[in-house]
């Protein structure tokens, strides 16, 4: 068989393999309770994401995507850092030690100051926690003359970006009781927690506290609804003015309803195989690019998200302007080619045409999860791409906590995840930490590569400034040659609007719903 007709013939089978994914991957775990029409004053969110918890390293990022917590810095569309509760920020000669001026005039929801010393109280126990802080290297964090001045063992320049996470958001310190665990979220943006009903629904209301602009929209709830077709069918029954991530079925459903516009941003993720490369089989480079060239992602991008121009021809998406590179050969579809690499790895059909090597069965598990509703569909077309070209995989849906578990347990094989390299809009800190090292939660797993990580800690340490667009460069390039992970698809958010409201724009970064910016339609 051609590869033309390969692919061809992969795209029907595409179709088939939804109707073999299990109904549990599409049920709504979830409990909605009946809701009425959202009120004439109350702006109501929808999202797949459940609160776990109030901890900000956990469930931090809804509280600043709703406006209720700050950071000490903010980014612009463009990824260029601004002020956030710091007014301004400065660098020693020597690059290790960052100085962070508070906003003169900030306050808590509680009515206390937001001060340097008081925004200690949150970022100390952030760098106790696992999350970005630790990457930076810093050696000391304390507060002088109306700044937060940190310390560094080495340069580290995407530091500032780091304080632009939400796991870094600052809370008042009566957040804490005695053993510094979080019992309630008091931040310090323009909305305040007026109620919190976990895992589902928290409400806010404008703070009075708040020292900027009055915005318009002056309560706001989010609702936390796991099945992507029920947050559509909410805002087309406008029982939610704004509904995120949306199925592709959705969204040409919502494109002929009255009522309802949507808006849709292409965003710095790409869903991908996470793969163990220390699995004996995966170990080897050549079985990752056979897997890479038996994946359909043409295909996929057409078929499930009915946009060609998703298909990733590269780790790095065209949203992530300086890591994207043109010129670059882009990853291709040969199944034909994909079974005689496995061939020269060693490996030989079976009876029922999957692959066998040293007495072992070529098969795995591959788990991914429900929160973002394409993840199943596209597991379920690459299960069926897969055993074209001789490798059996069994798919698990199951929660997104299960990939980085399956990391730490070294117990992972194979894991589809979209990762959102705008985590820190600079991604040279994600890089690190997906990277190097053998990889981390999110990135590589046992994978190791010598000139990866020299550029990666150039680009850190900022130390050969006129070299970064080659060290970007050969990142991409090292990734697109030996394949840790294998990259499927780039991603564009849409979001469902009620006639009810305007002025609503996507935040590329995916730090705020920009609630502040909402305008109720006259």
């Not at 809804?62 to 007014?87: I, K, Y």
């Not at 100390?124 to 000391?140: F, N, S």
């Not at 998703?310 to 065209?318: E, R, V, W, Y």
């Amino acid at each position: 068989m051609r590869p033309a007709d390969d692919r061809f013939f992969t795209r029907r089978l595409i179709a088939a393999a939804l109707l073999a994914l299990p109904l549990a991957a599409l049920a709504d775990p979830g409990h909605v309770h009946e809701l009425t029409p959202a009120s004439a004053d109350t702006l109501t969110v929808v999202g797949p994401w459940e609160l776990t918890g109030i901890e900000p390293s956990r469930s931090g990022f809804m509280f600043t995507r709703m406006e209720v917590t700050q950071t000490l810095l903010d980014v612009d569309d463009a990824g260029h850092l601004r002020a956030g509760a710091a007014s301004s920020w400065e660098v020693s000669s020597d690059q290790r030690e960052w100085r962070f001026f508070i906003r003169q005039g900030n306050r808590f929801h509680d009515g206390s100051p937001l001060t340097a010393n008081t925004a200690l109280v949150s970022l100390r126990r952030a760098l106790k926690t696992p999350g970005v802080l630790q990457l930076a290297g810093i050696t000391d964090l304390y507060a002088e003359r109306g700044a937060v001045v940190v310390r560094l063992r080495k340069p580290f320049a995407p530091l500032p970006f780091l304080f632009t996470q939400y796991s870094t958001q600052l809370l008042a310190p009566s957040s804490f009781n005695a053993t510094g665990r979080v019992t309630a979220i008091v931040g310090s943006g323009p909305y305040r927690i007026k109620s919190i009903t976990l895992p589902q629904m928290f409400e806010t209301e404008f703070a009075d506290t708040w020292n900027g602009d009055a915005p318009a929209v002056r309560r706001a709830r989010y609702i936390s609804v796991s099945r992507a077709e029920t947050r559509a069918l909410m805002a087309q029954s406008r029982q939610a003015d704004l509904a995120f991530t949306l199925d592709p079925p959705s969204i040409r459903r919502l494109q002929r309803q009255q009522g309802v516009s949507l808006v849709a941003q292409n965003l710095p993720r790409t869903t991908f195989l996470k793969l163990n490369a220390a699995h004996p089989f995966l170990r080897d480079e050549r079985v990752r690019q056979a897997i890479s060239l038996g994946v359909e992602r043409d295909g996929i991008a057409r078929a499930l998200l009915r946009d060609a121009d998703l298909g990733a021809t590269q780790l790095f998406p065209p949203a992530l302007a300086q890591w994207h590179q043109t010129t670059m050969a882009p990853l291709r579809t040969d199944p034909a080619a994909a079974r005689a690499l496995l061939q020269q790895a060693g490996f030989a059909p079976g009876a029922d045409g999957i692959l066998w090597r040293d007495g072992r069965r070529f098969a795995i598990t591959l788990y991914t999860f429900v929160d973002r509703p394409e993840l199943p569909l596209i597991a379920s077309a690459i299960q069926e791409e897969m055993r074209q070209i001789g490798i059996a995989v069994r798919v698990v849906v199951g929660n997104s906590s299960d990939i980085p578990a399956g990391h730490r347990s070294g117990s992972l094989e194979m894991g589809l995840v979209a990762r959102n390299f705008g985590t820190t809009p600079d991604p040279t800190a994600t890089m690190v930490g997906d990277y190097t090292n053998g990889g981390g939660d999110w990135g590589a797993m046992n994978w190791h590569d010598a000139a990866l990580d020299a550029a990666l800690a150039r680009l850190s340490t900022g130390e050969a400034p006129g070299a970064q667009n080659a060290d970007r460069a050969a990142v991409a390039a090292r990734l697109q040659a030996s394949l840790p992970v294998i990259p499927v698809v780039w991603y564009r958010q849409t979001i469902a609007v009620s006639s009810r409201v305007r002025n609503v724009s996507i935040d590329a970064f995916e730090r705020s719903y920009r609630i502040s910016d909402i305008k109720w339609h006259p």
